[in-house]
Every structure is written in structure tokens, then in C-alpha cells.
């Protein structure tokens, strides 16, 4: 009787560990799910709004006048191109250098400290303030807007993101390997680039990537420092086309076709940074595969 009570026992308490599992299974499937569903109805709804204004001359046609049909954002398409470019040019080295300081050289320093509560805060500033900075320290003096100006804005902001990834990942890494390396002789700096770095890379390009999407679609900073432009610019001292300031500009308008090609605009720009943050991903999967293997 005692066996068969224990072995009863044992049944149940099975089954309720099976039933929670499958609950929490469940309620983890529908967290992503309602994670993902708001990304797809928004994905969905651009298509339906903006695909029928995409064509040929959308790609390769400046904007045309008022009251002028057709027309196209190729300013914009370069303009957005060129501001990421110097804004990650600024924004990732410097980035990755303060994380890989505060996780490895500045532990329990008040530097580090300063550092650290300072990324924290400008991860949390508006955009539009931002903009406002960079408008007093760059386009005030230089007497005159500029792509460089909106890039440096870009790349403040995507310093503190890039940060405190970089000191999570890297914090992330085992002792042992530092230590490892240190037993066989290997220099301290060598061993934190060759090994510990290395080691947190693709937790480091996915902050890199983060940081990238969220500047990707910023409007407000732009508009204190890009200003826009209806013409080619590609020259860094001169006021440069952005898709976000382009968008912005034609879905304020009263004007039918600049609300057609606002949303196709804003489907390009979703895309382009899916397929962006998609290439990079598979570019540095393989080189980690690679490099295991």
C-alpha cells in the first residue's frame, strides 16, 4: 500500500510539473507572439499604404515642386546613408572603447562611475534635445547647417546604447578566460582585444546594431542640425536630405501625392533598415561560426 501511495504521489506532482510546464511554455509563445504582432500590423500596413507610390523614379528622382507630379526621394535615400555613416563612424568606436573600459580598466573607479551615470542619463534625453546641443556647439559657430552637424547629433546619441552593451557583454565573459590568458604570458590590453573582446563580439554588434536602428528613424535632432535639402547633397558642410525629414515634411503637407510618397517613404525606411541590421547579422553569424570552427 505504501508503494503504491508513493507511486501516486510521484503521477501527480508529475503531471502539475507538466502542466506547468506547458503553461509557462504557452504563456512564453504568446508574450512573443504579442512582442512581434504589433511589429507585423505596423510592416503590413506601410505595405498596403506606401507600395503602390514605390516605382523606378521613387529611387533615382529628386523631389519634384508643388503641384508637380511624380518625383522621388534619391536625396534622401544618399542624405540618410551619408548621416549614418558619420554617425557611426563617431558613435561605434567611441562606444565600444567606453564599454570595454568601464568592464575592464575602470572597475570600482569614480571615473568609471561618472562614466557610467552619464550613459545612463543620456540614454534617457529626448532626441529634440540633442538636436538642440548640437545645433549650439556645431551649427551656431559654423554660421550654417550641415550633414555634419547631423551626423555628430546621430552618433552622441548612439554612444551611451553602444556603452553600456559593450560593459554588459563584456562582463558576461567567464574569469577563467581572462585568466587563462594572463597565465600563458599574454599582455592584459592583448588579452582583452584578442579574447575577452572577441568572445562578447556578437552581443556587441547586436548593442551596435540597437543603436544604429534607433538613430535609423530620428527626425527631431535633424531638423536642428540637417535641415533637409530637395536637391543631391553629398558634401558634409552643406545642409543634406534625410528619409526622416523627408517624410516628415511631406506628411505635414496638404498635399495628396506627398502623403503617397510619405508612406512609401517610411516603407523604404523600415526596410532598408531590416535588411541592414539582417546583413550585418549574417555577416558576423558566420564569421563567429567560422571562428569556432
Known amino acids: 500500500m505504501e508503494a503504491a501511495s508513493t507511486g501516486t504521489k510521484f503521477q501527480l506532482r508529475a503531471r502539475i510539473r507538466g502542466l506547468i510546464d506547458s ?3 504557452i504563456l512564453a509563445v504568446l508574450s512573443t507572439l504579442l512582442v512581434i504582432l504589433p511589429l507585423v500590423a505596423i510592416f503590413i500596413y506601410l505595405l498596403l499604404k506606401g507600395a503602390s ?8 528622382r529628386t523631389p519634384k515642386p508643388v503641384g508637380e507630379a511624380g518625383g522621388g526621394m534619391a536625396n534622401a535615400i ?14 561605434v568606436p567611441m562606444g565600444i572603447f567606453g564599454g570595454v573600459y568601464l568592464a575592464e580598466f575602470g572597475r570600482g573607479t569614480k571615473l568609471a562611475n561618472a562614466i557610467r551615470f552619464t550613459a545612463d542619463v543620456l540614454n534617457g534625453v529626448p532626441s529634440i534635445v540633442m538636436g538642440i546641443a548640437a545645433y549650439s556647439l556645431i551649427v551656431l559657430p559654423q554660421g550654417h547647417f550641415s550633414a555634419f552637424a547631423g551626423g555628430v547629433a546621430l552618433g552622441i546619441m548612439m554612444i551611451p546604447t553602444i556603452c553600456r552593451t559593450t560593459e554588459e557583454m563584456l562582463l558576461m ?14 599582455p592584459n590590453w592583448r588579452s582583452v582585444l584578442s579574447i575577452t573582446v572577441k568572445t562578447a563580439s556578437p552581443g556587441i554588434i547586436t ?9 535609423a528613424g530620428e527626425t527631431a535632432p535633424l531638423l536642428f542640425t540637417a535641415l533637409g535639402n530637395n536637391f543631391w547633397s553629398t558634401t558634409l558642410n552643406e545642409p543634406i536630405a534625410a528619409l526622416p525629414l523627408q517624410i516628415y515634411v511631406y506628411a505635414i503637407s496638404p498635399y495628396d501625392d506627398w502623403h503617397r510618397l510619405a508612406w512609401a517613404g517610411a516603407l523604404v525606411l523600415i526596410v532598408l533598415i531590416v535588411l541592414a541590421v539582417s546583413l550585418v547579422r549574417y555577416v558576423t553569424s558566420r564569421g563567429v561560426l567560422k571562428g569556432a570552427s
Not at 53 to 60: E, H, K, V, Y
Not at 78 to 91: C, P, Y
Request: glycine share 12%.
Open 207 to 215: 548593442g551596435c546594431m540597437l543603436a544604429f536602428a534607433r538613430v
Open 78 to 91: 544618399v542624405g540618410s546613408a551619408t548621416l549614418l555613416a558619420v554617425a557611426s563612424i563617431l558613435g
Open 53 to 60: 507610390s514605390l516605382n523606378l523614379d521613387f529611387f533615382i
Open 23 to 25: 503553461g509557462a511554455t
Open 173 to 186: 565573459v567567464p574569469h577563467v578566460v581572462r585568466e587563462a590568458a594572463l597565465g600563458l604570458g599574454v
